[in-house]
Antibody, heavy 120, light 108 residues
Framework: EVQLVETGGGLIQPGGSLRLSCAAS????????MSWVRQAPGKGLDWVSI???????YYADSVKGRFTISRDNSKNTLYLQMNSLRAEDTAVYYC??????????????WGKGTTVTVSS | EIVLTQSPATLSLSPGERATLSCRAS??????LAWFQQKPGQAPRLLIY???NRATGIPARFSGSGSGTDFTLTISSLEPEDFAVYYC??????????FGQGTKVEIK
């Protein structure tokens, strides 16, 4: 069964750092694209970052220069290193597998999310 | 940035009724549009990709249509488990993706 499990969320002060993990099972993270998406309390969904199977990475403008996406192939785990955190980064963070059912990538499997709260 | 506007914000219907949800893009996204369902406390679930293709395991009562700037998600006959929030998402300016603000389908 394909599954994603996020961990690492918590309460952190503004300016602090946090690393989120997303453990995958049932498939290999390095064989496809993987994304992070967040959802602020009571709000909609915001795409955050993506890593390609080849290792290229891209970020939303709102997190560029502060967040870093990476993966550990030996652990089949995706990461999101978040630095210089701001109150507006408070959200549930989801990792998602990207697949191309038709030739174009879409987020077809999501984890249950981990909550990040940035507050003093 | 491509902005997706969903309407209505809330749709109040009874089980068995037909639901029609709209998503309008600020500029053409061709057919690069997906629909997701999200229930409280759960992760989103992919329903439709490329505007009109059902994802694996999605019941036939869900259908998508449209291209360019105007898209529709139709649920032909609402089941109790269909009451949720629905988001559209575009991938036209890949890898940047944007979502609509959501339409809540609630029980009348």
């Amino acid at each position: 069964e394909v599954q994603l499990v996020e961990t690492g969320g918590g309460l952190i002060q503004p300016g602090g750092s946090l690393r989120l993990s997303c453990a995958a099972s049932g498939f290999t993270v390095s064989s496809t694209y993987m994304s992070w998406v967040r959802q602020a309390p009571g709000k909609g969904l915001d795409w955050v970052s993506i890593i390609y199977d080849g290792g290229s990475t891209y970020y939303a403008d709102s997190v560029k220069g502060r967040f870093t996406i990476s993966r550990d192939n030996s652990k089949n785990t995706l990461y999101l290193q978040m630095n210089s955190l701001r109150a507006e980064d408070t959200a549930v963070y989801y990792c998602a597998r990207e697949q191309k059912p038709s030739g174009y990538y879409y987020m077809d499997v999501w984890g249950k999310g981990t909550t990040v709260t940035v507050s003093s | 940035e491509i902005v997706l506007t969903q309407s209505p914000a809330t749709l109040s219907l009874s089980p068995g009724e037909r639901a029609t949800l709209s998503c309008r893009a600020s500029q053409s996204v061709s057919s690069y549009l997906a629909w997701f369902q999200q229930k409280p406390g759960q992760a989103p679930r992919l329903l439709i990709y490329d505007a009109s293709n059902r994802a694996t395991g999605i019941p036939a009562r869900f259908s998508g249509s449209g291209s360019g700037t105007d898209f529709t998600l139709t649920i032909s006959s609402l089941e109790p488990e269909d009451f949720a929030v629905y988001y559209c998402q575009q991938r036209s300016n890949w890898p940047q993706r944007t979502f609509g603000q959501g339409t809540k389908v609630e029980i009348k």
